[in-house]
């Protein structure tokens, strides 16, 4: 049969009993739908996190191995105690963007004679660090402003600053340690305060890196080397090429994506999204075979005649395979088109997590409270791929059951 | 000149205690431009016979030859083949395709038996057997003698050497029923294309030039009536 007959033969074949073609469409497009919801939901959820997650933690960190080691205890005392020379030498390498020495520690804020102390994240870095790389100052509420790196100033979240009842212009003390476990306090002005709607940012203390060094005791270094690339997706090449750098063969040079907590996060990501795919394919699937095996069995006759006529297995396989990819292609467009509007309505509205949510991630998740999906070509096209293949994986054992009906059957056919 | 030869032709079903030979050990041969009916009572083994011929089926034991070729162990797709190319199928339900017209149901043929022109073709053959004009209807709108007129239309429409009917009128009325058989002689003596068919009827019988006569699955009698009415 030439393969515009067989195209004939299937097209009218789909017309043929309406409500059933539609309910196998309907699969194909519930599917498909769902798939476009979900995917560009996750990819809302993921895409910005991760960007936002690796401006915070570079995209790749150089720091002594005896830290890393140790990550959870912070450790101040397994510090890079001079950086100007290290920030130089990694500047000079291919592909890096910029490099900025940070030092994280923890810290409580006390403001004016108020006792009640308020636990925060001490962030110190540059004012560039947090307000180029972070954007941090798009989330100052009204009236403040970022430090600036030579003063005594300090940015607080939103969180630290209501709990601490702190209000721009006040006056601050921040009580931390130096590396060798000593009490040190610094006093500061708070200058602004930041609302991102993340637990993370908004539990955090940000000071000058000078304050920090002199907090901390550690006059010309840093806990670590944040480095950057052009784009957060080439860390690990970029971590390559750093590690080859024979001033950094001591310590930890390290992508994003292979420290926690993202070396379990890539993997777990891609889980979600292989079990999504498999269980919406799968079920959808499942109701086509059902429809098409109908049809199959109420053909009977009607195929043992076409094999009787000389069609081949193969050509009463395409029958019901190509029946149901016209059914699926169309499903699929469909399916695209109606799970667009939500995940359209998503992608420019959101949904408000609560603060609860985002605030138990922990420091390393700066997850925004409210989520956008994040719709694109390729998660239309991946949908529509995944419609075909329901209509192929549901239409293979109904096709291969085609295929088995004997030629012999037309001859017995009206008895 | 023989178009097809059974040699010692036998169709078993089923083994052991509830073995059925549903035709034993047949020797025939067919020549071509024969017009012939196989008769005998039900369960004799005319369907299972014309399957063998039709290359719906292999023989157990024994062979087939058609033109020439042996029949007995070819793959599916060689049957089929053999089947697109060489053999015409009549059925007792017509088994038209639903979803197409009459005219496409006769095209299908040809495609099937990678033949080119079939829609000309097909036109044609559709006004000879008495469809004029009635090409572009489904089978649903056609008559059960109309059917089965482009049923006889598709099985004629790729020349092929054999046509083959298991009791092509038992679903029609006499009268319709002897239109198709009148129809079924025209062509056979215009085209010389081979007729086998089966059948109860003894009107149906008339027709025939042979009359090959079955009974449990071994043939009792050969009949040759010359030019038969
Ligand atoms: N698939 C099968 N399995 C088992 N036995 C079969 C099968 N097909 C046919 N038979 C048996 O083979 C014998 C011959 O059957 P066949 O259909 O050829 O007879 P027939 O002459 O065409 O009968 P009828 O006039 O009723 O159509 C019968 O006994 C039948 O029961
Ligand atoms: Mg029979």
């Known amino acids: 049969m030439s393969d515009r007959t067989l195209l004939k033969l299937a097209l009218r074949n789909a017309t043929r009993r309406p ?44 720091r002594q191995q005896a830290y890393v080691e140790r990550e959870q205890l912070m450790p101040l005392y397994e510090n890079l105690p001079e950086t100007a020379p290290l920030v130089q030498i990694i500047r000079q390498q291919p592909g890096v963007v910029d490099v900025q020495p940070r030092i994280a520690t923890g810290g409580t804020l006390t403001i004016g004679e108020e006792i009640g102390e308020v636990f925060g994240l001490v962030d110190g870095a540059s004012k560039a660090y947090f307000t180029e790389r972070q954007n941090l100052d798009a989330d100052l509420v009204a009236g403040g402003r970022w430090f600036e790196d030579d003063a005594e100033e300090m940015v607080l979240g939103a969180k630290v600053a209501e709990e601490a ?63 950057y690339g052009a784009d ?31 070396s379990q996060m890539g993997p777990m990501v891609d889980g979600i999204w292989a079990f999504l795919v498999f269980v919406t394919i799968f079920l959808a699937a499942l109701g086509i075979w059902n429809t098409m095996m109908m049809s199959v069995l109420e053909r009977t006759d009607e195929i043992g005649v076409l094999r009787a006529m000389g069609l081949r297995r193969r050509g009463a396989v395409g029958l019901f395979v190509v029946e149901a990819l016209v059914i699926g292609v169309v499903g699929s467009l469909v399916g695209v088109a109606v799970g667009a509007v939500p995940a359209w309505y998503l992608a420019t509205h959101g949904i408000e997590l609560s603060e609860q949510v985002t605030a138990n991630m922990g420091g390393q998740f700066p997850i925004r409270t409210t989520i956008k999906a994040a719709l694109d070509g390729g998660i239309f096209a991946s949908a529509f791929a995944c419609g075909l293949l329901m209509a192929l994986i549901g239409s293979l054992l109904p096709a291969i059951r085609a295929a088995l009906i004997s030629p012999v059957t037309a001859m017995r056919s009206g008895r | 000149m023989a178009i097809c030869e059974l040699k010692g032709a036998t169709k078993t079903y089923g083994s052991g205690a509830t073995e059925v030979h549903a035709i034993l050990g047949i020797d025939l041969t067919i020549d071509a431009g024969e017009f012939t009916a196989f008769v005998g009572p039900s369960g004799s083994g005319k369907t299972t016979l014309l399957n063998q011929i039709g290359c719906l089926d292999s023989p157990s034991a024994g062979s087939v030859h058609i033109r020439g070729k042996a029949t007995a162990g070819l793959s599916d797709v060689k049957l089929a083949g053999l089947r697109a190319e060489e053999i015409g199928f009549i059925f007792q339900s017509f088994n038209l395709i639903p979803v197409l017209t009459a005219a496409e149901n006769v095209e299908l043929a040809m495609s099937l038996a990678g033949q080119d022109g079939g829609h000309d073709a097909a036109l044609a053959l559709l006004a000879e057997v008495g469809l004029e004009g009635l090409g572009g209807r489904r089978p649903n709108q056609l008559s059960g003698g109309q059917q089965q007129r482009v049923a006889i239309a598709r099985a004629l429409v790729k020349k092929p050497s054999i046509v083959i009917a298991d009791e092509p009128t038992a679903n029609l009325d006499s009268d319709s029923g002897r239109a198709v058989l009148d129809l079924m002689r025209a062509l056979n003596e215009k085209h010389g294309t081979t007729f086998l068919f089966s059948t109860h009827d003894p009107m149906v019988v008339d027709y025939a030039r042979r009359v090959v006569t079955l009974r449990d699955g071994a043939i009792v009698s050969d009949e040759r009536r010359g030019a038969a009415s």
Not at chain 1, 45 to 52: E, I, Q, S
Not at chain 1, 193 to 212: K, N, T
């Open chain 1, 19 to 62: 409500m059933r073609t539609a309910l196998t469409a309907g699969m194909v497009v519930a599917g498909t739908a769902l798939l476009v919801i979900c995917l560009s939901w996750l990819q809302g959820m993921f895409g910005p996190m991760l960007r936002d997650a690796t401006n915070a933690a570079g995209h790749v960190a150089v």
């Open chain 1, 165 to 227: 009842g702190a209000k721009v212009g006040d006056e601050a003390v921040l009580l931390g340690a130096t590396q060798d476990g000593s009490l040190s306090p610094i006093k500061g002005r708070v200058v602004g305060i930041v609302s991102a709607g993340s637990g993370a940012i908004d539990r955090s203390i940000y000071i000058p890196l000078a304050r920090a060094r002199w907090m901390t005791d550690i006059p010309d270094g840093a806990i670590e080397l944040l480095v």
């Open chain 1, 232 to 262: 957060y997706e080439d860390a690990t090449a970029l971590a390559a090429t750093l590690s080859a750098v024979p001033a950094l063969s001591e310590l930890a040079v390290q992508a994003w994506s292979t420290r926690p907590p993202w």
